[in-house]
């Protein structure tokens, strides 16, 4: 579960991964034994082609045919989804068209069920490094959700496929149902391999010509900006053709920035939530003030800002040899460990969460899950490893350090700020980021201070605070279950410049999707250009017979930003 004790062996957060189609002999003789032995052990009903699997018969699946059976996925028979699920297709590709390739990526993929839907993808990856992308289709922006604490899976109303056709990919390779032996040392050879794997699943479906969108969050923010970029410098439309990216509480910069810097403007801000006595949080002023960590912030976070960050060995908390002083690295851990204290079931991904401990389907976090007895980790259960054509032999976890996806745990590219991220809002014009204002994994604060230390569209930073309102529409979607249940309203703030727009997003943590559904599905809407704004109160373009939306003059932004003065704290 993801409460503090738990969650500090891991903390960022959640990856996804992909494989490609030329997969060589003993990769298919392996796919095919595999297959037998599937074929061999499902009952009748599971074994129905997915366009007959509903109570009434479907039209054949879309993207049905003699290459992609294989990978077709009986829409009624996932385990415990009572309901069809419609069409999709998961499996194993490699991560590139060599013969001989041993390495592949695992997906599930989801043809759009939106009739306006042109020919666009879009590719959902989770980060950690080392964590599945299917968190993200379980419990953010799937078709069926299993929550964590909830009884059984549901429909999603607010699922990505509703508006465009999306694939959760487990990636790179070590991760999740991914299989061979991690080579990756950089971002550069993470964006290959995906590359390659990208390449075998458009072959495969026939996306040739797709505009392409990319998504994802936590460590995500490495991996789809570097990603993007390659895909971009390939220059070849015909597979590539990116179109926008979408990054919630992304990686973006050094750890001590989006996590050590804030600390204490966090605790003071949300000091409700962290009810410490007089002593402790006098202490934490005292070590912030000590280690300069909150006057950095009010010199460099200004809109617009008025120069570059120094380099990080320059960064505040320095002993006069170089390091960092005790005092200032452990501020972060610090207040961690004392928050628990306090609340037992403490969440750094969602701070206004208290006890009890929830079950998670996941297993989360991967390395010290907490497991019911008779419980079972969904994705590593025997029946839905066949369900999803996924590997027998695999033991899923939801995270994974052993072994881990980067050669000796280290990622040694520099954040996607350097060069990555402003190459691909300079090309595309259409780039998103988001942050939870509940989120203490990695702070808003940290990743403004971030954006206003790179220079896009030629100008360095955003020019205006992030302060318009993000309105969020009232929908008949959610109206049915408290399962699916979902904000509107006034829910955040945002500011659009150079073609980067940032949104701060209120009563959401890590998981923008999962804690603010809704919020989420209008960001998709605006980066598909299914809507122009996102402060005006259009309903989402899905909803059939949309509620009356608010007159009301819609007033500022609402989520807190730029927390870089005396009067914000």
């Known amino acids: 579960m993801r409460t503090a004790t738990l969650v500090l062996a891991g903390l960022l957060s959640l990856v996804h991964v992909g494989a490609g189609v030329g997969a060589g002999r003993r990769h298919r003789e392996a796919l095919q034994r595999q297959e037998q032995i599937r074929r061999r052990q499902l009952d009748a009903k599971t074994r129905e082609p997915p366009y007959e699997s509903s109570g009434r018969r479907q039209s054949r699946g879309r993207f049905l045919n003699e290459n992609t059976m294989q990978f077709a996925v009986n829409g009624s028979g996932i385990p415990d989804v009572d309901f069809d699920v419609g069409e999709s297709y998961a499996g194993s590709l490699p991560i590139s068209a060599e013969p ?19 020919k666009d993808i879009l590719i959902w990856l989770n980060g950690g490094p080392g964590c599945s992308s299917l968190e993200g289709l379980l419990q953010e922006n799937g078709p069926f959700l299993w929550q964590y604490g909830t009884y059984r899976p549901v429909q999603n109303p607010w699922s990505w496929h509703t508006l465009t056709n999306v694939i959760w990919i487990e990636q790179p390779v070590g991760t999740g149902f991914s299989r061979g032996r991690p080579t990756a040392q950089n971002e550069e050879d993470v964006a290959r391999q995906f590359n390659g794997f990208w390449r075998n699943f458009v072959d495969l479906f026939g996306l040739h010509g797709y505009k392409v969108y990319i998504s994802g969050e936590s460590y995500a923010g ?25 990054m919630y509480d992304p990686s973006i910069t050094y750890d001590l920035v989006q996590e050590v810097l804030p600390t204490a403007q966090f605790v003071e801000y949300w000091g409700g939530l962290f009810p410490f006595n007089d002593t402790f949080r006098q202490s934490i002023r005292d070590r912030d003030k000590k280690c300069g960590f909150s006057a950095f912030i009010e010199k460099h976070l200004v809109f617009p800002p008025k120069e570059n960050l120094p380099p990080p060995r320059m960064f505040p908390g320095r002993l006069t040899n170089g390091s960092y002083a ?20 403490f969440d750094v991904y969602q701070i206004a969460t208290t006890c009890p401990v929830l079950w998670d389907v996941l297993g989360f976090p991967g390395s010290d899950p907490y497991i019911p007895h008779g419980a ?7 029946d839905v490893k066949m369900a999803l054509h ?67 569209g030629g100008r360095l930073g955003f ?41 701060g997003v209120a009563l959401a943590g890590h998981m923008i999707p999962q804690y603010a559904p809704a919020a989420a599905y209008r960001q998709l809407e605006y980066l598909l250009g299914r809507v122009d704004c996102l402060n005006c109160t259009v309903p989402f373009t899905t909803d059939g017979q949309p509620p009356p939306q608010s007159l009301d003059p819609l007033g500022a932004g609402t989520a807190p930003q730029g927390w870089s ?5």
């Open 326 to 345: 005790p005092e200032c690295a452990d501020l972060f851990g610090d207040v961690l460990d004392a928050a628990g204290v306090l609340n037992p079931c």
């Open 100 to 118: 001989g390739e041993e390495s592949s990526l695992f997906f599930w993929f989801f043809p759009t069920t939106n009739q306006d839907s042109g």
């Open 222 to 246: 490495m991996y789809c900006s570097y990603i993007a970029s390659a895909m971009l410098d390939a220059n070849d439309t015909n597979y590539y053709d990116v179109t926008g990216l979408m």
């Open 390 to 456: 996924a590997p027998l032999d695999v033991a899923w976890e939801v995270c994974t350090d052993d072994p881990p996806v980067f050669v000796n745990w280290t990622d040694t590219s520099p954040p996607p700020t350097q060069h990555a991220l402003p190459r691909v809002i300079d090309a595309t014009q259409n780039v998103l980021i988001a942050h939870g204002a509940l989120d203490m994994v990695l702070m808003a604060n940290g990743t403004l201070l971030a954006l206003q230390n790179m220079t896009w």
């Open 565 to 569: 003065d005396d009067s914000l704290i």
């Open 376 to 382: 079972k980790v969904y994705f590593n259960r025997t």
């Open 463 to 503: 020019q205006t605070r992030p302060d318009r309102p993000f309105y969020v529409p009232r929908s008949w979607l959610s109206g049915d279950s408290l399962a699916t249940s979902a904000g509107a309203g006034v829910f955040g703030s945002f500011v659009t410049e150079r073609g980067l727009t940032y949104v």
